[in-house]
């Protein structure tokens, strides 16, 4: 709306009003909402007071969906309907998942994304997180008294496109308009970086639950720059517990282990990894199903023997984000702690070790993340007021690439990039009259295609016969500030436009979402439904009035036929937005905007020619000084 | 700031290969507070993908322009110089030898593990590279050569990779 409302300085538009704006740390253990308040960001609680929503969710007999701590309670009684750690699933398919044999669910294997059988039907990664945020959209309007515009949702930095893609479309399907897509990392280093005015080269080490990252960030006056980030989406906390837990069963001989008991046993074994930060041998002690006792006692220090290897792994990413960066461990001013599992003992002196210096550890691991996004989605929001602002460019964290011949990856993105970022590649037929040619896009930095991960695959069709090597089609890849891919494919030569967008693969379609969202309509009585189209006409409305507003600003940017066909869109858009049906008022603002993206960008090129008119002068200056 | 205009003119700077990489760096920062996406997170669907298009160009002018190899090429494509990168063959003959050299070097010491060794191939050739993008600055800034900027920014492209390739050995080997 910005590009088309551009306010003139001291043309004050609607009298400020305070936007309802969250930021969501979706995690793998624990979530957690946040939003400003009277200029501070504060973490919400539930009526409990607890901050920390356990990443849980429970599908009851009684046909109820229990999320947090209750669903955690459960876990162990009924694990095939509690699902933990879902983040783990998100955008995987189920030949992707580690210690798929321990973990107690009914996978089934679908295309794309593995599914979850419960009671409840078979359920989408992305309708189990759904059901979190859900949880976390009530508990954030009943405290702030209304409905919410947008909320900011943190992920991974590592997460490919596939896991940004799923968490995308569960904030969707939980009725969150998604402000932004924020790498966790990043959101720590904006809550850190505020508070302490830091300025200079700082490194974000974020151990959770599930992933791991590492983003090594410039910080300078209003600019958060990421350099580089790193990681491993699949190690965290969990993979900890997995390896006390294959302790236990080889100290105790334990059998194979029914659902129950694994769940039981890994719920022991964080207990124990927990403890043994600040105590130096933990109990264990279980009853399993057979009636059978464990009584195990775990020292500190075969802890770390056992999971030494997991604390390694976590430092060669780090070597790699620095390189990538050009620098030296020695370069970084600070490292930030974020996530619960960096209170582990051994990981604070292993961090330590590798960066030369003692660890920032005091900030709480847990919330940073929910605060540096709830601060994003303040000023995302509009709520701050010209100036007091900041820029935040983030990479992506994985090359993409396409296959070539003998399934090898041609990079086209390199990893680290600054987003929004765009490449073209040139392609063209081998042989005559050919009219149709597959594009096939992977993530991830392997030289061979069967090691990377596949995203999408596609075929462009209605190539106009040409004799081979003629036909020139350029292949476009966008990645948006969500970090997000979009691929486009346009034959050159022709005139004869073939273009497609490709969703990833491993997304869910429209229609998936939109079967998902029926079918919670018709179970939980959901709003959904009226809410996009409620949610729509408001957009409608808006843009109608921003674009009313241009026209009398800025008349003279359109020519007579240009300016006819805007008032025709303008009217049709005004009919729509009577009607109930979402889609064609979505239509009819795609429409206007059709008809008003080349006023809109003359309108921006006017206002950035004179804002940079302004800063000539100054440039002038510092010219001659030097 | 047009869209089509070259990267030198939308950042407003001289097209030149010295360029002041603070004032780049500065009117980089100053461009994308104006369009980045996070300044339309809550506008219409066509604002924002108007300013993410704009934000996309705002990075790849500053990418073409923040390291050398990409602008010296930059340099030569806007003024119509070739720099025949597919042309192998047209390098002189002493210089391949060198290069075959070097690579050989970088092979040894990666089937032996050399680390040192390759941090030390690393460390000589940086040196190499900086001389000569200084030479290169000379020959661009001062007498304008463009054919024999073009063929510095050839063989520099061969020291590019060639360093590339000890990095990825040295990746290689701590990987290990
Ligand atoms: N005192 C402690 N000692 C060791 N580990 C701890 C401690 N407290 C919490 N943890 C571990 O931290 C992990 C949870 O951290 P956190 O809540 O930051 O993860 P998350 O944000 O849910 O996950 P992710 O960011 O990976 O998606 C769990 O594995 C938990 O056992
Ligand atoms: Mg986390």
């Known amino acids: ?626 | 700031m047009d869209f089509n205009a070259d990267h030198f003119t939308l950042f407003g700077l001289p097209r030149v290969f010295n360029v002041d990489l603070g004032v780049l760096d500065a009117r980089f920062r100053e461009a994308q507070a104006q369009v980045h996406p996070d300044k339309f997170a809550d506008a219409s669907e066509a604002d924002r993908r108007l300013s993410m298009q704009w934000a996309t160009r705002v990075n790849e002018a500053y990418q073409a322009l923040k390291k050398p190899l990409p602008r010296a090429q930059y340099l030569l494509h806007l003024a119509g110089q070739d720099v025949g990168a597919e042309n192998n063959t047209a390098m002189p003959v002493d210089f391949l030898m060198e290069q075959m050299e070097w690579r050989e070097a970088v092979q040894e010491a990666r089937q032996a593990g050399q680390v040192d060794e390759l941090e030390d191939l690393h460390f000589r050739l940086r040196d190499q590279i900086a001389e000569r993008y200084a030479e290169l600055g000379t020959l661009f800034d001062q007498q304008a050569d463009y054919p024999a900027a073009a063929d510095l920014t050839r063989r520099l492209m061969f020291l590019e990779k060639l360093q590339h390739d000890i990095d990825e050995a040295l990746v290689a080997l701590e990987d290990q």
């Open chain 1, 1 to 626: 709306m910005a590009l088309l409302q551009i306010a003139e300085p001291g043309q004050s538009e609607l009298p400020h009003e305070h936007k309802l704006a969250v930021g969501i740390d979706l995690g793998t253990t624990n979530s957690l909402v946040a939003t400003v308040r009277s200029g501070m960001a504060v973490v919400l609680n539930d009526e409990d007071g607890r901050a920390l929503l356990p990443s849980v969710v429970r599908y009851t007999p009684e046909g109820e969906v229990v999320v947090g701590i209750e669903a955690q309670a459960e876990q162990a009684r009924d694990p095939k309907n509690t699902i933990v750690s879902v983040k783990r699933f998100m955008g995987r398919g189920l030949e992707d998942i580690g210690h798929v044999e321990s973990a107690p669910y009914d996978f089934q294997v679908a295309p794309g994304m593995v599914r979850l059988k419960t009671r409840a039907g078979v359920k989408s990664p992305v309708e189990v997180s759904a059901d979190i945020l859900k949880v976390l959209r009530t508990r954030a309007e009943a405290a702030l008294g209304g409905e919410l515009v947008g909320a900011v949702i943190t992920v991974p930095a590592y997460f490919d496109d596939a896991q940004r893609q799923a968490t995308k479309d569960a904030a969707r399907l939980a009725g969150l308009n998604v402000l932004r897509l924020l790498n966790e990392p990043t959101a720590a280093a904006i809550a850190y970086g505020l508070d302490n005015g830091s300025e200079g080269i700082y490194a974000v080490y974020d151990l959770g639950g599930g992933t791991f990252d590492i983003s090594i960030l410039r910080l300078s006056k209003g600019v958060f720059e990421v350099m580089s980030t790193g990681g491993d989406s699949a190690l965290g906390g969990d993979d900890f517990d997995q390896r006390i837990l294959c302790w236990i069963s080889e100290t105790a001989k334990l059998a194979p282990l029914a659902a129950m008991d694994a769940r039981l046993l890994l719920t022991k074994a964080r207990e124990a990894k927990e403890y043994l930060t600040g105590h130096n041998e933990a109990p264990i002690t279980a009853k399993l199903t057979s009636g059978e006792l464990v009584n195990l006692k775990l020292s500190a220090e075969v802890f770390n023997d056992i999971t030494q290897t997991l604390v390694a792994k976590t430092l060669q990413p780090c070597k790699k984000a620095l390189r990538d960066a050009g620098l030296r461990p020695t370069d970084v001013k600070g490292v930030v702690m974020v996530g619960g599992a960096t209170r582990i003992p051994a990981i604070q002196k292993a961090v330590g070790e590798f960066f030369r210096q003692e660890p920032l550890t005091n900030l709480d691991p847990d919330k940073v993340v929910a605060i540096g996004a709830a601060t994003q989605a303040n000023l995302l929001a509009g709520n701050r007021n010209p100036g007091d602002d900041w820029l935040l460019l983030d990479v992506i964290p994985l090359s993409l690439g396409l296959e070539t011949m003998g399934g090898l990856t041609e990079k086209v993105i390199p990893r680290n990039s600054t987003i929004p970022v765009a490449r073209a590649q040139e392609f063209t037929t081998f042989k005559d009259g050919q009219t149709a040619m597959a594009i096939h896009v992977v993530q991830g930095e392997r030289e061979l295609v069967s090691d990377c991960r596949s995203l999408a695959r596609f075929e462009l069709r209605g190539i106009p016969p040409m004799v081979a090597g003629a036909p020139r089609i350029r292949v476009t890849f966008q990645v948006d500030a969500d970090g997000l891919l979009s691929v486009t494919a346009r034959e050159q030569t022709s005139g004869v436009e073939a273009s497609v967008a490709v969703k990833p693969s491993y997304g869910l379609t429209d229609d998936e979402i939109t079967g998902m969202l029926q079918s919670s309509l018709e179970h939980a009585k959901d709003d959904a439904f009226r809410r996009a189209l409620q949610e729509a006409r408001v957009e409608a409305d808006r843009l109608l009035e921003a674009t009313e507003a241009a026209l009398k600003e800025d008349p003279h940017l359109l020519d007579a036929g240009e300016r006819a066909r805007v008032d025709v869109a303008l009217e049709k858009l005004r009919t729509v937005i009577q009607g109930e049906d979402r889609h064609a008022i979505n239509h009819g603002m795609d429409l206007l905007a059709l008809e008003t993206n080349e006023f809109a960008a003359r309108r921006m090129d006017q206002s950035i020619k004179r804002a940079l008119a302004g800063k000539r002068v100054d440039d002038v200056k510092i010219g001659e000084e030097e």
